[in-house]
């Protein structure tokens, strides 16, 4: 007996089709960057100081990709062998805070008495002013509640003491928060940063370089104002901002008006030059990562795998320093030498280069760059030749 229905073909079977596969979920960002940091790390924070100096290095991808993950760079030194040899001492730090909580005390009186001082021409230091609460969880609800309390003392018309407010910023990509000692909020809606440090103002004058510190954090405050004023009816930022110190050698506040306009312009185009960190993160090897709990060695190959730009102004400002530094001497790196040497080297990038082309070894002699390094040498000879011989130098 047939089995199939009589007087036709079989019953067509429908094929069966395999499920198509799903596609895997993008990793966000922020995923990313927990990744590379580590999934039990917490983020360490970016501050304004850090800000500055990543600012003043934008070519550094390196620095880049670790202060926009959240790398705890000093313990990533550390573990790599070469720890930052520099930080503030604890009794500077006890001396700092104490200072500004003297300059602060009683609402702020004092800080704003200087502040109309110096800014405020003959108008009369108010007697109070506003001092918002700028508690929250966490810094992105700090830096919404300041943000709200901004506006709300423009809108208020009157004087406001924000006492350090948080601010957010967003660098490479991804958000840096930052938070400044005081801004003051005017009755004509100037914002004004305050900035506060220990160091002393002699006859009305500060070290220079500590001073230019200060102001390139303080164009970074500015920077971040500027995008909630942005926003804001009535708000304004000054770019001059107060910087307060010690008077002579006493505890006694003092203040100067610094302007920041030329800081906050460069600090802004370097920051939009900077790469983006999905850009840096996204041309690693897969599985990367500087989870402090990996061996030096699996620490060393994540970080290797990092271009970096090392010059020795880094020595001040990043806890990898002396890890690049150790790096470019062992590669023979020009970068060593300072980057105004760099620049007069042109083509050269290594010191073997270099003298090999002063020797007369390699180098096209129609550079104007070789032909520099043969003449110098060329006078270094002579002169030594003329020591030598008995012959004073002339």
């Not at 760079?73 to 503030?88: E, I, M």
């Not at 108010?126 to 509640?145: F, I, K, N, Y």
């Not at 709300?152 to 991804?174: F, I, N, Q, R, Y």
Request: proline share 8%; aromatic share 4%.
């Amino acid at each position: 007996m047939s089995e199939y229905p009589a007087g036709g073909p079989p019953p067509q079977i429908p094929a069966t089709r395999a499920p198509s596969p799903q596609p895997k979920p993008a990793t966000t960002l922020r995923q990313r960057l927990a990744e590379l940091r580590g999934p039990a790390v917490a983020p360490h924070p970016l501050d304004a100081r850090a800000l500055a100096a990543l600012a003043a290095n934008p070519g550094c991808k390196r620095r880049a990709l670790l202060d926009g993950a959240g790398v705890d760079k000093a313990v990533l030194a550390t573990a790599l062998g070469s720890p930052a040899a520099f930080g503030q001492s604890q009794f500077a730090f006890v001396r700092g805070n104490a200072f500004e909580a003297k300059v602060k005390a009683d609402g702020g009186t004092e800080l704003l008495r200087l502040l109309v001082e110096r800014l405020g021409g003959d108008a009369d230091a108010p007697a109070t002013a506003a001092v918002p609460d700028l508690t929250a969880a966490g810094p992105e609800g700090r830096a919404a509640r300041t943000a709200l309390a901004l506006r709300e003392a423009t809108a208020a018309g009157g004087w406001a003491l924000l006492d350090h407010p948080m601010l957010a910023l967003e660098v490479a990509g991804s958000p840096a928060y930052l938070e400044p000692d005081a801004v003051v909020v005017h009755p004509d809606g100037t914002w004004t940063v305050v900035e506060i440090k220990s160091f002393p103002m002699i006859d009305s004058s500060a070290d220079a370089a500590k001073v230019g510190a200060a102001a390139r954090q303080s164009a970074v405050y500015v920077l971040a104002l500027e995008r909630i004023a942005a926003k804001t009816e009535g708000a304004e930022v000054a770019h001059r901002v107060l910087l307060v110190c010690p008077k002579d050698f006493s505890n006694l506040p003092t203040a100067s008006v610094v302007d920041v306009r030329k800081q906050r312009a460069v600090t802004n185009r370097q920051l939009t030059r900077l790469t983006r960190v999905e850009d840096i993160a996204a041309a690693l090897p897969e599985g990367t990562t500087f989870d402090p709990g990996c061996s030096p060695e699996e620490l060393g190959t994540a970080v290797e795998a990092v271009p970096a730009a090392y010059a020795p102004e880094c020595l001040a400002a990043c806890e990898l320093a002396f890890h690049c530094r150790s790096k470019a001497r062992a590669e023979g790196a020009v970068e060593s030498l300072g980057r105004s040497v760099r620049g007069e080297l042109g083509g050269l990038t290594t010191v073997a280069g270099v003298l090999a082309a002063a020797a007369g070894k390699e180098g096209d002699p129609a550079d104007p760059t070789v032909a520099a390094l043969r003449r110098a040498a060329a006078l270094r000879a002579e002169a030594l030749a003329g020591v030598e011989g008995g012959v004073p130098c002339r």
